[in-house]
């Protein structure tokens, strides 16, 4: 209202004002960057080139650059150039940049590419890996994401024979022998000597234990390289000195899983050379399978068996043993047998001690290498003579292949389970016998095989049927690890204690809660 009152004249002027709320400016959203989801692996023969695929959380929202390194890991500068590609357009085109330059990302893209040169040269070696470092720094955000590379061993040139055949073509003053084998006059048909190893396989350059039980006061040990030999069959490897024998204690027997495990005293240990790496030189011990044949003062004979890896070689072929269906197989106890009657010839029902394995009537939930091998089936009385299923699963393909001199080494499906990246040395993996029981670990390890590109043959039945389990040894023989087998089978969903929604329940493969049926690792 405004009054004139001096200077001026009139009526009282009127006049309205409006006041409005205030509303501030908001303050504009930042757009989030995108962050590193992930940085894919990636495996190739040496000399090619590893493409490895960086995925973001979301695009990016302007241009964005990452820092790349490479980082050594078994593999080192001779194995990869320092000069990395990177592409924007899904590998049309790519642009040069040197390990720790940074690479530009424009804005809008979920993904982009970096490819590594791995470096070809004259050696043998094994599976060699390094690491693939991805850093934001501008446009992006978040910490730095590593993807491995696997650098595979390319196939070596031909300059002659491999060392199968160079093995193979020995003589006999080199060792070449028919004695390996044990007559059944001189079989030690009533335990007079048997025995076990202390591992299923060891390295070139290591050593294994022999755990002995003999009715005898000495003995002595003779180690055999199984093989073709021109049809003799082996070399002779070792000798060792006349042994004290000695009377091992009973094993111990869980009468719930009917676990029947051994802790004989160590009756001689073998040490295998490794100061030769000429297949020429006598002195060479070639990867394959060993017999070590246990002769007492009495004549009495028997197989000890074992494997022998060379870690160190990329054969073209890697022949597995599939030693835990030996082991679930094996009926092998000292637990007297109520029922035997002597006058009456050995079967499985009819022998001087339980015949316990995965199974016969008494059937063991858990079973161990720790103890010899022993088979007790109506017309076919204690055939391997200790030497597991070498003889009736093995020994012909072994022949085979060395008679036809391919490039071979041998493992363990132990092995396969502690070191399945030994594989992918390999042109190929062979399954052989009856391969019928498989950890987990060895279905993952052989599946990442096949899918790196190794070869596979699959020559048993029953592959990968039954999951099982490894567990420790018994304390007294120093708890050593993947020593005793565990297979509940039929007895699983009612005893296995894993519970029967877990994944490693002890069932047939293709039973599982998340089934993994053994045809889509091996076909149909």
């Given at each position: 209202?405004?009054?004139?009152?001096?200077?001026?004249?009139?009526?009282?002027?009127?006049?309205?004002?409006?006041?409005?709320?205030?509303?501030?400016?908001?303050?504009?959203?930042?757009?989030?960057?995108?962050?590193?989801?992930?940085?894919?692996?990636?495996?190739?023969?040496?000399?090619?080139?590893?493409?490895?695929?960086?995925?973001?959380?979301?695009?990016?929202?302007?241009?964005?650059?990452?820092?790349?390194?490479?980082?050594?890991?078994?593999?080192?500068?001779?194995?990869?150039?320092?000069?990395?590609?990177?592409?924007?357009?899904?590998?049309?085109?790519?642009?040069?940049?040197?390990?720790?330059?940074?690479?530009?990302?424009?804005?809008?893209?979920?993904?982009?590419?970096?490819?590594?040169?791995?470096?070809?040269?004259?050696?043998?070696?094994?599976?060699?890996?390094?690491?693939?470092?991805?850093?934001?720094?501008?446009?992006?955000?978040?910490?730095?994401?590593?993807?491995?590379?696997?650098?595979?061993?390319?196939?070596?040139?031909?300059?002659?024979?491999?060392?199968?055949?160079?093995?193979?073509?020995?003589?006999?003053?080199?060792?070449?022998?028919?004695?390996?084998?044990?007559?059944?006059?001189?079989?030690?048909?009533?335990?007079?000597?048997?025995?076990?190893?202390?591992?299923?396989?060891?390295?070139?350059?290591?050593?294994?234990?022999?755990?002995?039980?003999?009715?005898?006061?000495?003995?002595?040990?003779?180690?055999?390289?199984?093989?073709?030999?021109?049809?003799?069959?082996?070399?002779?490897?070792?000798?060792?000195?006349?042994?004290?024998?000695?009377?091992?204690?009973?094993?111990?027997?869980?009468?719930?899983?009917?676990?029947?495990?051994?802790?004989?005293?160590?009756?001689?240990?073998?040490?295998?050379?490794?100061?030769?790496?000429?297949?020429?030189?006598?002195?060479?011990?070639?990867?394959?399978?060993?017999?070590?044949?246990?002769?007492?003062?009495?004549?009495?004979?028997?197989?000890?068996?074992?494997?022998?890896?060379?870690d160190n070689r990329a054969s073209d072929f890697l022949f597995q043993s599939s030693v835990t269906t030996y082991a679930t197989y094996n009926q092998w106890s000292d637990v007297p047998n109520p029922a035997y009657d002597p006058t009456k010839p050995i079967t499985t029902a009819n022998s001087p001690f339980l015949n316990i394995s995965s199974y016969t009537p008494t059937q063991a939930r858990k079973v161990s290498f720790n103890r010899p091998y022993q088979y007790v089936y109506p017309n076919t009385v204690r055939i391997q003579k200790g030497a597991g299923f070498f003889f009736e699963w093995d020994n012909s393909l072994v022949r085979f292949m060395e008679r036809e001199g391919y490039d071979v080494t041998y493992n363990s499906n132990v092995d396969t389970h502690v070191a399945g990246s030994q594989l992918l040395n390999h042109k190929a993996f062979l399954s052989t016998g009856h391969d019928e029981y498989w950890t987990k670990a060895m279905f993952d390890n052989v599946e990442a095989a096949r899918n790196a590109g190794v070869n596979m043959a699959f020559l048993g039945a029953n592959t990968a049927y039954w999951q099982m389990r490894f567990e420790n040894g018994n304390p007294a023989s120093g708890g050593v690890a993947n020593r005793n087998v565990v297979a509940y089978r039929n007895k699983a969903e009612a005893e296995d204690p894993v519970g029967i929604a877990s994944q490693l329940i002890t069932k047939k493969w293709r039973d599982l809660p998340a089934p993994r049926p053994e045809a889509a690792l091996i076909g149909i």
């Open positions: 209202i405004i009054l004139p009152l001096s200077g001026a004249s009139g009526g009282r002027g009127l006049g309205a004002g409006t006041i409005s709320d205030f509303v501030p400016t908001p303050t504009p959203t930042p757009t989030p960057t995108p962050t590193i989801v992930s940085v894919t692996d990636a495996t190739v023969i040496e000399g090619a080139k590893a493409v490895h695929k960086i995925t973001l959380s979301g695009p990016t929202t302007q241009s964005a650059s990452f820092n790349l390194t490479l980082l050594g890991g078994t593999a080192t500068e001779l194995d990869y150039s320092a000069n990395l590609e990177y592409s924007v357009d899904a590998g049309a085109t790519y642009t040069s940049l040197t390990s720790g330059g940074s690479a530009t990302v424009p804005a809008g893209l979920l993904s982009f590419l970096v490819k590594v040169t791995t470096l070809t040269d004259s050696l043998v070696e094994l599976a060699e890996t390094y690491s693939l470092d991805v850093l934001p720094t501008t446009g992006a955000s978040g910490a730095s994401v590593k993807g491995l590379g696997t650098i595979l061993n390319a196939a070596p040139p031909v300059t002659g024979k491999n060392p199968t055949q160079i093995e193979n073509a020995k003589t006999a003053a080199q060792g070449v022998t028919n004695a390996w084998v044990i007559d059944a006059a001189n079989h030690a048909l009533n335990r007079e000597i048997e025995g076990y190893a202390s591992a299923t396989s060891i390295n070139r350059g290591e050593s294994i234990n022999f755990h002995v039980n003999t009715l005898d006061p000495n003995f002595s040990v003779s180690v055999y390289r199984m093989g073709w030999y021109g049809g003799a069959g082996s070399r002779l490897m070792h000798t060792s000195p006349t042994l004290t024998g000695a009377v091992q204690p009973t094993c111990d027997h869980n009468v719930t899983t009917h676990l029947v495990e051994c802790s004989w005293a160590n009756a001689y240990t073998l040490s295998v050379p490794d100061t030769t790496t000429d297949p020429a030189d006598t002195a060479y011990w070639a990867s394959g399978y060993y017999l070590a044949k246990l002769t007492g003062a009495s004549g009495k004979q028997s197989y000890i068996i074992f494997v022998l890896r060379d």
